[in-house]
């Protein structure tokens, strides 16, 4: 192997890596706050990619569609729960969220999507879309069964992720698709071109750690989320609605995981359960991190794009199971640095 | 004066077993009202099911309107709050973070006022205000517990066993506090095993037994009753360490 080709696969490393940096960090987010390990998060990565790729293309995707349906289920529950105390205000407020956000959205995309649409809109477009199903799936699947534990917590999350990769498959058909480039510059550094794609994925990764970091650190409602994960019922006890927090979470995570796959759509085709695997790679990094730490979760994540790459190059059969295997030793240390304990009851 | 308060015939259980029975009792504004009682008497039940954390059977209503379809964080933002007995601080966040999440409710102009009140009250939280929550003493974490619920500025504080667990003179320090809180305008209702502390700075007091109020009356009358007396103030020493 020489250098160039070292240089290369480091190249290709990051980049991947940057995208599950991001992913991870979306997870550990969720977990801290809601204790749901997000299995959908892959769904959210292909629904964002696909959904660009499909406004590019000036057609409608289904995901719109989705989020206005999944609208109307999510204002039934909430006047459901509500129906005890129905005043005007709550439920106006109920359908400006559920009804009125979705309808809005579905109204711009058939307005706008067209074969001329600019990327930033189809882009804008596709953010819109996932972010509200993001935000509605945690309404429907999660907050009514928000006080249980971790694991009746993650087999709602599996069941959503299925159920998500089915409606991938209706909407977006077994084909695969790519999606335009965000920019066609490319700059030539020695031997080692870079495209303005993965300058993207640098540049939006690095600028999403710090909007996090700066969220989490100086605003209130960050730091009304980092109570949340910290204490629960000190939270409630403060007035901080652990509903609002778990919603503000999954939106979040919507939103990383549709940027990430807008980002590499151009790069790679993606096919409607393509998602699964890039979110496990993200899962990796953040179970190296501990599901807690974000500084750690960034840096297992390069780790694991680097690990991908050079495997690919030397086994590329074998290049998941390595990649995988990853997380043995890190659960076998963890379990023997951390005694085990009990969960916690809320 | 009128009740800020009011709770009638209130029923709490834990699925079959009933902690509290047929309760009824009410705070008025600028009052320091007590409930003393045994461990297990159902005190803490009492006052966890008032703030809305476990489901209540009776009626409540607090300045004048009716809580019961109300969930904790309408009722915080209504001015009730409670300072629970394992108070429930934000362990790896700072002081000064801690404070700032109890104005979570209140405008950002309320909030500078509120710090500065707080630190007033409680000096050493000013000098402890990047330390972590988890690091300080039980002593500066019950403050702190108190300090970030005054930051919402309640029109009623509760608090559960607030010496539970501290030293004798930072007991003293902690119910001189709650004193000083009626002149700043907030009323009390306390929860304490700590029945002699207790007395000396309510105005009123419920005695509570086997989770129903088996006596009722001003601090002093309450005090110089025989029964009270022999039963929770004879032993002193046990309720002051009881866990």
């Not at chain 1, 719109?64 to 709550?90: H, Q, W």
């Not at chain 1, 085709?269 to 990094?285: R, S």
């Not at chain 2, 699925?15 to 009052?31: I, M, N, P, Q, T």
Request: glycine fraction near 10%; include cysteine; charge should be neutral.
């Amino acid at each position: 192997m020489n250098t160039t080709i070292m240089l290369f696969l480091l190249q290709d490393g990051i980049t991947n890596g940057a995208i599950y940096a991001l992913l991870g960090l979306a997870l550990v987010l969720v977990f801290a706050v809601t204790r749901v390990i997000l299995i959908p998060q892959g769904e959210f990565v292909t629904f964002g990619a696909l959904s660009y790729a499909m406004l590019a293309t000036g057609q409608v995707p289904g995901t719109a569609k989705l989020a206005m349906a999944m609208g109307v289920v999510a204002f039934g529950l909430d006047l459901f729960e509500a129906r005890r105390s129905l005043r005007l205000k709550r439920v106006a407020r109920a359908f400006a969220l559920n009804i009125a956000l979705p309808a809005a959205i579905l109204a711009l995309t058939y307005g706008l999507a067209g074969p001329k649409t600019p990327i930033a809109v189809n882009i804008a477009l596709s953010l819109l879309i996932v972010a509200a199903i993001g935000l509605f799936l945690y309404r429907i699947a999660f907050q009514p069964i928000a006080h249980t534990s971790v694991l009746v917590l993650l087999i709602a999350s599996v069941g959503c992720h299925l159920a998500l990769q089915g409606l991938g498959l209706v909407f977006f058909g077994a084909e695969g698709l790519r999606g335009p480039a965000l920019s066609n510059a490319a700059l030539t550094i020695g031997p080692l071109r870079f495209t303005g794609q993965s300058l993207a994925v640098y540049g939006l990764t690095i600028a999403f750690i710090v909007a996090l970091w700066l969220f989490f650190g100086f605003t209130l409602m960050g730091k009304a989320l980092r109570a949340t994960a910290v204490n629960r019922l000190g939270a409630r006890l403060v007035g901080i609605r652990t509903t609002l927090s778990g919603q503000i979470a999954f939106l979040l995570a919507s939103l990383i995981g549709a940027i990430s796959g807008i980002l590499i759509v151009p790069i790679t085709t993606l096919y409607y359960d393509t998602g699964f695997l890039i979110g496990l790679k993200g899962f990796i990094a953040a179970i190296i991190g501990g599901l807690v730490s974000y500084p750690l979760t960034a840096v297992a994540a390069l780790l694991v794009g680097s690990v991908e790459a050079f495997s690919s190059f030397y086994a590329s059969n074998f290049k998941e199971v390595i990649v995988f295997t990853l997380i043995l030793p890190v659960l076998v240390l963890r379990s023997l640095a951390a005694p085990a304990v009990e969960e916690e009851k809320d | 004066m009128s009740a800020l308060l009011s709770v009638s015939d209130a029923h709490v259980s834990y699925g079959k077993v009933e902690a509290v029975r047929s309760v009824s009792l009410e705070v008025a504004d600028d009052e320091i009202v007590t409930i003393i009682g045994a461990n297990g008497a159902g005190k803490t039940t009492l006052l966890n099911a008032i703030m809305g954390v476990l489901p209540l059977k009776g009626a409540t209503a607090f300045a004048g309107t009716d809580m019961t379809p109300l969930d904790i964080e309408d009722r915080v933002a209504a001015g009730l709050c409670l300072v629970p007995e394992h108070r429930e601080l934000f362990g790896t966040m700072n002081v000064e973070d801690n404070l700032q999440l109890g104005a979570f409710r209140i405008p950002k102009a309320t909030a500078a006022r509120s710090f500065e009140r707080v630190y007033t009250l409680f000096p050493r939280l000013k000098e402890r205000r990047k330390q972590l929550a988890g690091t300080l003493s039980g002593g500066e974490q019950q403050m702190l517990a108190m300090g970030r619920a005054l930051m919402g500025a309640p029109k009623l504080l509760m608090l559960d066993e607030p010496s539970l667990g501290l030293a004798p003179i930072i007991v003293a320090d902690i119910f001189r506090t709650i004193g000083e809180l009626r002149a700043a305008g907030v009323s009390v209702l306390l929860v304490e095993q700590n029945a002699q502390a207790a007395l000396k700075i309510a105005d009123r007091a419920y005695v509570m037994e086997l989770g129903e109020f088996i006596l009722s009356g001003s601090a002093k009358d309450i005090a110089s009753n025989q029964r009270v007396a022999a039963s929770y103030l004879g032993f002193q020493h046990e309720g002051a360490s009881g866990i």
